[in-house]
């Protein structure tokens, strides 16, 4: 079995493309993807073991893909990483921005150094690698960059460090997609709501029933996204298809900043079924234990 990518076979062969936190969740997927259609694709993250499960993964289904380990905070590993993958492949043609993360906590016990924390990883980490792959690479050849954030629209209670940090990303990103423009760089965007992936199995236990209870009820598609619809946007935005797109953003959030519970409550429905393309998908522990109660 393959990665069922509704592009077409070989989009992105030749092409060199670095995906950050690459070893799970969207990122994982993401990669996935693109080494189907014909990139090479540069795993990074911080660890090691992870990277090369998904390097492995990858090869066995007849891919490319090389391993950087990196902590994007750090701005000298990120100046040595993005010459290591230059060192390797000769070029980097895209770049997906996807490592970050957050936790769930009142704005009023954030602490300084937890916001500060988040922040750094969200956006100052993000920043610094799409500023290296540009400098280095991208200001001279052009390329693509797709920077993750998050489903912000309207804030994001309890999660009000993270929704600055991705907020911050998104201005970035506008502000970068005008000051690159002229080099032919485009940079947009992509905030995923509610998506059934690994990361969901890192909140505290605490949350366990708001995640398997409320969440779906919330949003009008009333269900969660897979990592492959993430992708796909993802893919999409990185092509020569988009190449009139920039400083863009795609919401994959089955519509959920769209309710309004004003306007009343959303109605029931199991019509929406999730785009399920990557054949290595499993569903998040968390998930998989509701299902199964």
Partial sequence: MSYASIFRPGLYAGQIVVVTGGGSGIGRCTAHELAALGATVALVGRKLEKLETV????VSDGGKASTHVCDIRDEEQVIAMVDAVLA????IDGLFNNA?????????????RGFEAVVRTNLTGGFIVMREVYVRWM???????????ADIENGWPNYAHSGASRGGMLTLSESAASEWAAANVRVNCVAPGAIASSG?????????PYIQNDIAREIPLQRFGSEAEVSAAIVFLLSPAAAFVT??????DGGAPNARRVWGPLTPSDKSQPYDGFHRAAPPAILAAKDKS
């Fill in 247 to 252: 400083g863009a953003t795609i919401r994959v």
């Fill in 55 to 58: 390097k492995d993964e990858i």
């Fill in 100 to 112: 970050g993360g957050q936790y769930r906590a009142p704005l009023r016990d954030i602490t300084t």
């Fill in 200 to 208: 969901l199995d890192t909140y505290d236990a605490a949350d366990t």
């Fill in 139 to 149: 200001e001279e050849h052009g390329g693509a960059i797709v920077n993750m954030i």
């Fill in 88 to 91: 390797a492949h000769g070029k």
